[in-house]
């Protein structure tokens, strides 16, 4: 059973344009949310995070989105530039965090100049 | 860098057989957690440890068991290996405890495990 789902395994965007990331969960013990970005050989980087009680989280070209009431986040990144391709995973935690972070399958996202 | 070391980097081993992955943690940080990522598969939680104590436990099977050391290094075990424990293992550390919800987590490039 997943709980955290990231629907699209891959998404191609033009360089410049907004690029948009989905997640849904299915968990409603969830109060933390954060993305994560990860280049092939590497580790994942942490990118920005929300907690439930925002719907609205901002760092630079990043901003993160939260619907509670639909269980979504999405992630968005405006202007989309070429060092963004990577593969981007959405992750979860409930009550501090006790049961570590439920990720998703993540999305590779690829900018296309 | 993110100041997680993981060795090895590959493993190539067969079935049955028994491999230690080691992690040391960022400089400071106290805890640490594994990670296991399959193919088309999310990032697992198998288990965390805090200044030596394990403190939450995932999915990790009853094969897999793991410990932190004194100097806060970490070794995750995994012993009758089967094809299906071919992935690659995450080590990842933060400051605290996770309870204070810093929400971020330094990961280690990883341990790709290969059993033919």
């Known amino acids: 059973d997943q709980q955290v789902k990231q629907n699209s395994p891959s998404l191609s965007v033009q360089e410049g344009r907004i690029s948009i990331l989905n997640c849904d969960y299915t968990?409603?013990?969830?109060?933390?949310f954060l993305w994560y970005k990860k280049y092939p050989a590497e580790g994942p980087t942490f990118l920005i995070s929300?907690?439930?009680?925002?719907d609205k989280n901002e760092d630079g070209r990043f901003t993160v989105f939260l619907n509670k009431s639909a269980k979504h986040l999405s992630l968005h990144i405006v202007p989309s530039q070429p060092g963004d391709s990577a593969v981007y995973f959405c992750?979860?935690?409930?009550?501090?965090?006790?049961?570590?972070?439920?990720f998703g399958k993540g999305t590779h996202l690829i900018i296309q100049p | 860098d993110s100041g997680v070391t993981q060795t090895p980097k590959h493993l190539i081993t067969a079935t049955g057989q028994r491999v230690t992955l080691r992690c040391s943690p960022r400089?400071?940080?106290?805890?640490v957690y594994w990670y296991q990522q399959s193919l088309d598969q999310g990032l697992q939680f198998l288990i965390q440890?805090?200044?030596?104590?394990?403190?939450a436990k995932g999915n990790i099977l009853e094969r897999f068991s793991a410990q932190q050391f004194p100097d806060l290094h970490s070794e995750l075990n995994l012993s009758s290996l089967e094809l299906g424990d071919s992935a690659l293992y995450f080590c990842?550390?933060?400051?605290?405890?996770?309870?204070?919800?810093?929400?971020?987590?330094?990961f280690g490039e990883g341990s790709r495990l290969t059993v033919l």
């Open positions: 968990n409603s013990m969830f109060d933390y």
């Open positions: 992750a979860a935690s409930a009550g501090g965090g006790a049961d570590g972070l439920t």
């Open positions: 990842a550390s933060s400051v605290a405890s996770w309870g204070l919800n810093t929400g971020e987590l330094f």
């Open positions: 440890y805090y200044n030596g104590e394990e403190r």
């Open positions: 929300i907690s439930s009680i925002k």
């Open positions: 400089s400071g940080d106290l805890s």
